[in-house]
């Protein structure tokens, strides 16, 4: 059986913790910055830990980041 291929998209945008999280920039920081509030521009810095559906969906992706 072949290795199975990571997707390089998943590669470049999320990581997995040591206990198994997947890792992820905040959202919605591209641009447009003058139309949202400083609280949401505050809250969203740095990086978030994904839901557990979401979570599921990004390790199908990543299939040896386990």
Known sequence: MPKMK???S???RFK???TGR???MQAGKRHGMIKRSNKF???ARGTTILSAPDEKIVKTYM???R
């Open 6 to 8: 990571t997707k390089a």
């Open 10 to 12: 998943a590669k470049k």
């Open 63 to 65: 299939p040896y980041d």
């Open 22 to 24: 997947v890792v992820a």
């Open 41 to 43: 521009i505050r809250n």
């Open 16 to 18: 997995v913790t040591a």
